[in-house]
């Protein structure tokens, strides 16, 4: 299928890869197991093939949503995926900031530092890039996970839902 970004801007696969997976853009044509994966991490809803093609077209041509996915060779499903948004900014000299976002693992995958990969993944994407913020959001009991990466708690986060 057709990746949703560049696969050379992935970084260079090294030791840390576990045997048997393989790390790659979103295709569109991971419609049905992208979105089940999603559902585990918050409620998807109703996405039609139409909706999915569309959003997936629209991330393409915005050129700033690079939507990381590990496959597992051995079974071809997607077993985790993590999204890295990039915002264009005046400030910091027409900066670029860098946003972790639906980071997901499989249930039956967890506890195999798949979530240390991704994350680890879009730190040096977000790097190669050349971001100059990079932030996530998340639950409390995730803080000493994200620590890991280099992230610290920093400014409130305000949120109100429609
Ligand atoms: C978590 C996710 C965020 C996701 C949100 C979904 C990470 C690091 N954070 O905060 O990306 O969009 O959950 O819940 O994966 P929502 O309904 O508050 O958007």
Do not use: W
């Amino acid at each position: 299928g057709n990746a949703l970004f560049n696969e050379d801007l992935l970084p260079p696969s090294d030791s840390n890869l576990p045997a048997g997976i393989r790390i790659r853009s979103l295709h569109s044509d991971d419609m049905d197991e992208y979105l089940k994966l999603l559902e585990q991490l918050i409620s998807v809803g109703y996405v039609s093939k139409t909706d999915f093609e569309k959003r997936f077209a629209t991330m393409k041509t915005a050129d700033s949503y690079f939507i990381v996915v590990l496959e597992d060779l051995s079974t071809s499903k997607i077993v985790g995926a993590a999204t890295l948004v990039v915002e264009f900014k005046y400030i910091h000299e027409c900066g670029l900031r860098g946003r972790v976002e639906d980071v997901v693992v499989d249930e039956s995958m967890r506890g195999k530092k798949l979530g240390v990969l991704l994350n680890s993944i879009l730190v040096e994407m977000a790097k190669n890039l050349g971001v100059y913020k990079l932030s996530l959001e998340c639950k409390t009991d995730l803080i000493p996970f994200y620590t890991k990466f280099g992230y610290k708690e920093n400014i409130h986060f305000m949120v109100q839902r429609f």
